[in-house]
C-alpha cells in the first residue's frame, strides 16, 4: 500500500520511545531506572476518582457535546476567571482529548501550506511534527543556554516574515523547566501585537513552578494579546490525569467553531466520565498540589546539585515544570570502556541505556544536541541510583 506523503515528514514521539524500551528492558527483570517519563508519579486525587466512579455507576457512559459538556466548560471558565482574571464565554471552549490533541486540533483548523510557525528550541518534541501535519513550515529559533532556553524579542521579530502566522510559547517549558516572568512575556507580546500574529500559549506546567515564581498567563496581558492567543491547558500535569485525556482550548470563536467541526469528525466527544471527574478536578479542593509542588522542588534541587557535580556537565535550575536539561557537550569526543567515541546526545543516551542501564531522551529530540532531558516525577529513591549510574557513566569516559 502506498502511504501519504505526510507520513513521511513525521517522526514517532523520541519521548515514548525511550520509555517504552525502558520499561520493556524492566519487564525482561533488567533493573533499569527511567528518566524519561512525562508524567507526575503521583496518583490521581482520591476525590476526582471518586466522582468517575460515580458517574460509571449512575450510567453517565454516553455520548456528550462534542465540546465538552456546558458543566464542564462552566468549570474551564471559572479557572481561568479565577487564576488568571480571564473572561470567556462557552462558546470560546472546547475540550479534547488531552493538550496533544488541542494543540493538533488547532493546527488542523488554523494553518495549512504556505503557513510559517515560529517555535523557540529546545522545543516539545511534537510541536514540529504537529504543525508539519498541516502543511506548513517551522521555523525553529534557538533559544540559547545564556538567556536561561528563552527566546529574547529581538530573536522573535527578526524571525517573522510575511509568512508567518504563529508563535508557539510554553511556559514553563518542556523539556528546560524555563517559566517566562511576566515582564519578559509583555516584550514579547509587544511584538506579537506590532507584527500582528498568533500566539499558541501551552500553559500546561503551570501550576508547577518554584522558589515564589508567579506564572502568567500570556492572554492575560491584554485585550489586543488576548485576541490573538490561542491559550492550551488541561489536567494532565497539575491533577495528575495523564490517563484520562483531557485537554482544553481557550480562544476567539471562530477558531473554536473550526475545531469543533474537525473534532466531530475525528474523535467526537471527551470520554463522559472523564468529563465529570473534570468538573470536580477544577471545582474541588487544590490543596494536594502543594505538596505536589514541595516535593517536585526537593527532587530539583538535588538532581541539579549532583549534575553540575559531574565533569564535562552543567545544569541549569528549572523554574518550573518536573525535568532537568542538563548539557553534556563536555562529555563530547571521549570514548566508553568499550572504544564508542560519545559524539552526540543519541550516541550518549544509547550509552546510558546500554552500559548504564538509565533512560534519558536525548536532547536532538527537542532542538538541542547538547543536552539529555531527565524528568524528575519519580522517587528520590530512584533519583538518587539513577545519578549514581549517570556519574558512573561520565566517570568512565576517557
Known amino acids: 500500500m502506498k502511504l501519504a506523503k505526510r507520513v513521511g515528514k513525521i517522526q514517532p514521539s523520541p519521548t515514548l520511545a525511550i520509555t517504552n524500551k525502558a520499561k520493556q528492558m524492566k519487564s525482561q527483570g533488567i533493573d533499569v531506572v527511567g528518566f524519561g517519563a512525562g508524567e507526575p508519579d503521583f496518583d490521581t486525587p482520591d476525590h476526582i476518582k471518586a466522582v468517575a466512579k460515580k458517574a460509571l455507576d449512575d450510567g453517565y457512559t454516553k455520548y456528550t457535546p462534542v465540546p465538552g459538556s456546558p458543566?464542564?466548560?462552566?468549570?474551564?471558565?471559572?479557572?481561568?476567571?479565577?487564576?488568571?482574571?480571564?473572561e470567556y464565554?462557552?462558546?470560546?471552549?472546547?475540550?479534547?482529548?488531552?493538550?496533544?490533541?488541542?494543540?493538533?486540533?488547532?493546527?488542523?483548523?488554523?494553518?495549512?501550506?504556505?503557513?510559517?510557525?515560529?517555535?523557540?528550541a529546545p522545543y516539545w518534541v511534537s510541536y514540529p511534527d504537529i504543525v508539519l501535519l498541516a502543511d506548513a513550515t517551522p521555523v525553529i529559533v534557538e533559544a540559547k543556554h545564556a538567556t536561561g532556553f528563552k527566546i529574547t524579542p529581538a530573536q522573535l521579530e527578526k524571525a517573522i516574515t510575511k509568512k508567518t502566522k504563529l508563535f508557539v510559547l510554553n511556559s514553563p517549558s518542556n523539556p528546560t523547566g524555563a517559566a517566562y516572568t511576566r515582564a519578559e512575556l509583555e516584550a514579547l507580546a509587544r511584538v506579537i501585537v506590532k507584527k500582528d500574529i498568533a500566539v499558541l500559549?501551552?500553559?500546561?506546567?503551570?501550576?508547577?513552578?518554584?522558589?515564589?515564581?508567579?506564572?502568567?498567563?500570556?492572554?492575560?496581558?491584554?485585550?489586543e494579546v488576548k485576541k490573538r492567543t490561542i491559550l492550551v491547558n488541561g489536567l494532565s500535569k497539575s491533577h495528575s490525569m495523564t490517563g484520562w485525556r483531557i485537554g482544553y482550548v481557550?480562544?476567539?470563536k471562530d477558531l473554536v467553531a473550526a475545531m469543533n467541526n474537525i473534532q466531530s469528525?475525528?474523535?467526537?466527544?471527551?470520554?463522559?466520565?472523564?468529563?465529570?471527574?473534570?468538573?470536580?478536578?477544577?471545582?474541588?479542593?487544590?490543596?494536594?498540589?502543594?505538596?505536589?509542588v514541595a516535593e517536585f522542588d526537593r527532587r530539583r534541587r538535588y538532581i541539579t546539585d549532583?549534575?553540575?557535580?559531574?565533569?564535562?556537565?552543567?545544569?541549569l535550575l528549572p523554574q518550573g515544570a518536573f525535568y532537568v536539561f542538563p548539557n553534556f557537550s563536555g562529555c563530547?569526543?571521549?570514548?566508553?570502556?568499550?572504544?564508542?567515541?560519545?559524539?552526540?546526545?543519541?550516541?550518549?543516551?544509547?550509552?546510558?541505556?546500554?552500559?548504564h542501564k538509565v533512560a534519558a531522551v536525548p536532547g536532538i529530540a527537542f532542538g538541542d544536541d547538547a543536552c539529555q532531558r531527565l524528568s524528575y516525577a519519580m522517587s528520590m529513591k530512584n533519583i538518587e541510583k539513577g545519578i549514581d549510574r549517570i556519574e558512573q557513566a561520565v566517570k568512565a569516559l576517557s
Open 332 to 355: 563530547y569526543g571521549k570514548k566508553t570502556p568499550a572504544g564508542k567515541v560519545i559524539d552526540s546526545s543519541s550516541a550518549l543516551s544509547a550509552y546510558l541505556l546500554d552500559d
Open 306 to 315: 549532583r549534575l553540575n557535580k559531574m565533569p564535562g556537565v552543567s545544569c
Open 265 to 292: 469528525q475525528s474523535t467526537s466527544n471527551p470520554v463522559s466520565f472523564c468529563d465529570k471527574a473534570s468538573i470536580e478536578a477544577l471545582n474541588g479542593p487544590q490543596d494536594f498540589q502543594k505538596v505536589w
Open 250 to 252: 481557550a480562544a476567539e
Open 71 to 86: 458543566e464542564l466548560k462552566d468549570a474551564i471558565i471559572a479557572k481561568l476567571k479565577r487564576d488568571s482574571g480571564l
Open 201 to 223: 500559549s501551552d500553559e500546561i506546567y503551570e501550576k508547577l513552578v518554584y522558589d515564589g515564581f508567579r506564572f502568567t498567563s500570556f492572554a492575560s496581558l491584554g485585550e
Open 89 to 120: 464565554k462557552r462558546e470560546n471552549i472546547i475540550v479534547s482529548l488531552g493538550a496533544k490533541h488541542s494543540i493538533y486540533n488547532v493546527a488542523q483548523a488554523f494553518l495549512e501550506a504556505g503557513d510559517e510557525v515560529i517555535i523557540p
